[in-house]
């Protein structure tokens, strides 16, 4: 059956491209947004910026506060806590899940990923590694197959994403993640998963103190 690609609207657009320059941090955080500059900056009238603003809204990357605009979204040290404990939560779920039904693809996905990330980290490109990062913990809830794990979590991927980028490439904090990734990678391999939920809670634990301290 032939299937029609729906081409993406202005504001899907304008929404793709301010949701990578916030993640990788081209628009840091707290950073006010102009609609009139985006909207010439890209060529679109300002409405399909504003609609941008809304779905980015949702997605809690920017905030609007009346009066004064919309800014990209900040976090104090209190929300950060919360937003790891929240992935503490799900991130466990997703792989005691991800090895009941789906282990040897699990296990496939990580090891490719970690290759990856080893490389990266040879060519000293902390940009991959990071974006690599994302993904390997993606994979948790790729293999989990449970849509609304994997919909709880995205409420969060981007932001975390974005934290990666703007306070995860500290070299000691990078070393430290690297080789918790590697210990992952062997210790689902290996079948051994309550090891590697310990070794995972406390990878995303330590985030909250590497960042804030670095």
């Not at 081209?26 to 909207?39: F, H, Q, V």
């Not at 693809?105 to 990266?120: E, N, Q």
């Not at 490439?169 to 079948?191: C, F, G, R, T, W």
Request: glycine content about 6%; some cysteine; charged content about 30%.
């Amino acid at each position: 059956m032939l299937k029609i690609q729906r081409q993406k609207s202005f504001a899907e657009q304008v929404s793709d491209v301010l949701r990578a320059q916030i993640i990788s941090g081209e628009r840091d955080m707290g950073d006010a947004l102009s609609e009139t500059k985006i909207a010439k900056e890209l060529g679109v009238s300002r409405t399909p910026v504003r609609e941008a603003f809304a779905r980015l809204e949702l997605e809690g990357l920017v905030y609007t506060e009346p009066q004064r605009g919309t800014f990209v979204f900040t976090l104090n040290r209190c929300s950060l806590i919360d937003i790891c404990d929240v992935r503490v939560c799900l991130e466990t779920a997703a792989l005691r899940k991800a090895a009941e039904r789906d282990p040897a693809g699990l296990a496939a996905t990580l090891k490719d990923i970690a290759k990856k990330m080893t490389r990266a980290r040879k060519k000293g490109d902390d940009r991959e590694y990071l974006s690599l990062d994302t993904d390997f913990h993606q994979g948790f809830f790729d293999h989990a197959k449970n849509t609304f794990l994997n919909d709880a979590y995205q409420t969060i991927a981007a932001k975390m994403a974005c934290l990666r980028n703007k306070l995860g490439n500290h070299p000691d904090h990078m070393q430290k993640s690297y080789a918790e990734h590697l210990q992952l990678v062997d210790l689902i391999s290996e079948s051994r998963l309550e090891e590697a939920v310990d070794v995972l809670i406390k990878h995303i634990g330590r985030k909250e103190g590497s960042y804030w301290n670095n």
